[in-house]
């Protein structure tokens, strides 16, 4: 059974950075995604935005929120089993619960998801 632990979230104020990490083990499909998600307050668990994800062959992709174009950078390293989101220039938006996910690529919605880790809150203040 797949098991994803994330951490590094944190409360930081408007411009500051986080590192996020999960570390995933069990067996994941090669044809599969690993990635993040994020549940804004106020959502739902159908209202998770897809944030990134990334492939076994390392190729990236970035859901549809326009506001972390250039800002957010997703990263594996396979020989630590942990996926990795850089998140730069936060902004008070950016709060939410983040989670790391498994599911089919590219991963850009909650039915593509297989497996939810528990979440990791980021707060950012103006």
């Known amino acids: 059974e797949v098991q994803l632990v994330e951490s590094g979230g944190g409360s930081v104020q408007s411009g500051g950075s986080l590192k996020l990490a999960c570390v995933y083990s069990g067996y994941i499909h090669r044809n599969y995604c690993l990635g993040w998600f994020r549940q804004a307050p106020g959502k739902g668990r159908e209202g998770r935005e897809a944030?990134?994800?990334?492939?076994?062959?390392?190729?990236?992709?970035?859901g549809y929120i326009d506001s972390i174009q250039g800002r957010f950078t997703v990263s594996r390293d396979n020989a630590k089993t942990t996926l990795y989101l850089r998140m730069d220039d936060l902004k008070p938006e950016d709060t939410a619960m983040y989670y790391c996910?498994?599911?089919?690529?590219?991963?850009?919605?909650?039915?593509?998801?297989?497996?939810w880790g528990q979440g990791t809150q980021v707060t950012v203040s103006s």
């Open positions: 996910a498994v599911g089919l690529c590219p991963m850009l919605g909650v039915p593509d998801v297989v497996k």
């Open positions: 944030v990134a994800y990334i492939d076994n062959a390392g190729n990236t992709g970035y």
